[in-house]
């Protein structure tokens, strides 16, 4: 489900996966790139004939073949520019191993589109290599609606809402860890920072949510002071103990920001510009691009949607 930490171990896995050629691809409903498919294979060819010299030839002759390809359907797209050069791949280089990455597949926004991608990466076994495929969902309704239609030893499925609650905040307590680490390289705290009490408590309000964890560490490493800011989080957690999660991770961040103002004035137009842009956000049925929010409907310049 939002924010147990799908994207966190796609992310994971692009940085970890040792000998192998990676390529990934992640969705993002109302971004005009990444919002559907269209750019799905062809993006992925690219990064992996980054990765693998030898596969430039192959692609780059599909093109040649076919220039419309990147309108095509997915299926040609897949067949011509990454089953085809793999397949070419493994006569000339038979060890080679791929890591292809797929995240959000909820978020693209035809439905078609999905049923099509859950219908073709199978095709994959095809390939005799080394070939992984990692692909991350909510259990939206077409998402789950193309896997009933796979065999189940098609693939292996793993919800996280399933997965203890103790091997989360394992996995949280290593990322606030490394998060602080980086912190630490760059800005002028105590080197006992945090302490052990303060870590525990900032471990037991994110668990078992990332999103909640990368939000308060976002906010903890921004331009404010990481000792004061990490000091009013937590302040704030006792006040909000009974509060739903949305609660204690964002109410503290918004209150302090609040407070950092130089003056009333800046508070209250910050007050002014947070009810303009999420006031409209909440009402939307789909996300939009920061251009549109901006010009069209919030009639700010540009530099002032920054702020979303």
């Known amino acids: ?26 969705f ?7 919002g559907n498919a269209r750019l799905l294979f062809t993006t992925i060819s690219k990064q992996l004939a980054v990765g693998n ?13 076919d220039p419309d390809i990147a309108v095509k359907s997915l299926k040609e797209q897949w067949e011509k520019l990454l089953l085809g050069p793999l397949m070419n791949l493994v006569q000339t280089t038979p060890r080679s191993s791929v890591v292809l990455i797929t995240d959000a597949l909820d978020e693209c926004e035809i439905d078609n589109d999905i049923r099509d991608i859950l219908r073709i990466l199978p095709q994959a076994k095809k390939l005799p290599m080394s070939l992984r495929i990692l692909l991350t969902s909510r259990p939206e309704l077409p998402v789950r609606l193309g896997f009933a239609r796979l065999a189940h030893d098609e693939y292996r499925d793993l919800a996280l809402y399933n997965v203890p609650e103790d091997t989360t905040a394992h996995d949280i307590a290593l990322f606030i860890k490394d998060r602080f680490t980086r912190i630490k390289e760059v800005r002028d705290v105590p080197y006992d920072w945090p302490t052990d009490e303060e870590f525990e408590q900032l471990l037991s309000v994110s668990v078992p949510l990332f999103i909640s964890a990368a939000t308060m560490c976002r906010f903890i490493e921004s331009k404010l002071d990481p000792v004061e800011s990490l000091t009013s989080l937590l302040e704030d957690q006792v006040r909000l103990r009974y509060a739903t ?14 407070h950092s103002q130089d003056d009333d ?10 009810r303009q842009i999420i006031g409209v956000m909440i009402f939307l049925a789909i996300p939009l691009s920061v251009n549109t929010l901006s010009k069209n409907l919030l009639g700010f310049q540009v530099e002032l949607s920054l702020i979303y």
Do not use: C, W
């Open 28 to 34: 993002r409903r109302g971004e005009q790139d990444r």
């Open 1 to 26: 489900m939002a924010g147990t930490g799908k994207s966190t171990i796609s992310r994971a896995n692009l940085l970890n996966v040792h000998g192998s050629t990676v390529a990934s691809f992640f």
């Open 245 to 258: 999660k949305m609660d204690q991770t964002y109410l503290p961040i918004l209150r302090r920001l609040l």
């Open 265 to 274: 004035d800046g508070a209250d137009q910050l007050l002014e510009n947070f």
């Open 53 to 65: 010299p030898e596969l430039i030839s192959d692609i780059r002759a599909a093109v040649s073949s």
